[in-house]
């Protein structure tokens, strides 16, 4: 294989691009959930923010009557589980390059990590702030 045959397959485009319209909404949502799925099955974290998310999001509907308060309160929750998700993401694609160990790995998965713990401050930061106010 030549040098200008692997060029031009790293930049091709994937087999799975092209769909536009409803079927790409349609395959987006599929996809979406089947990433819910694996999140909720394959990582702990996320299992027990979503635990979190289900007892706090209700708790800002009770404790808190203005609805901005409430937005932020929820907003935050809700960054938590993304930020879970695209940390879980570049741990499943660090592992599926290579399970050895490497120094950009571990920093890959330390910077998702710090990622995480920030969401979850600020959480912490928001709520006490609202409640205290």
């Given amino acids: 294989m030549d040098n200008l045959d692997t060029n031009s397959r790293l930049h091709q485009e994937s087999p799975f691009k092209g769909k536009t319209g409803l079927r790409r909404l349609i395959n987006a949502v599929g996809y979406s959930i089947e990433g819910f799925k694996a999140a909720y099955r394959h ?16 708790l800002a509907f009770y404790l808190e009557h203005q609805p901005i308060h409430r937005v932020l309160m929820v907003g ?17 694609v660090v592992d599926r390059v290579s ?4 120094e950009l ?4 998965k ?3 990590s710090a990622a995480v713990f920030i969401a ?4 912490v930061v928001i709520w006490t702030l609202l409640i205290a106010a």
């Fill in 76 to 92: 935050s929750i809700l960054l938590v589980l993304i930020v879970e998700l695209l940390n879980s993401a570049v741990e499943a």
């Fill in 105 to 108: 790995a571990k920093r890959a």
């Fill in 43 to 58: 990582e702990d974290a996320f299992r027990q923010e979503v635990f979190l998310a289900i007892f706090l999001i209700p």
């Fill in 99 to 102: 399970i050895e160990r490497h």
């Fill in 110 to 112: 330390d910077i998702g």
């Fill in 120 to 123: 979850l401050l600020n959480v």
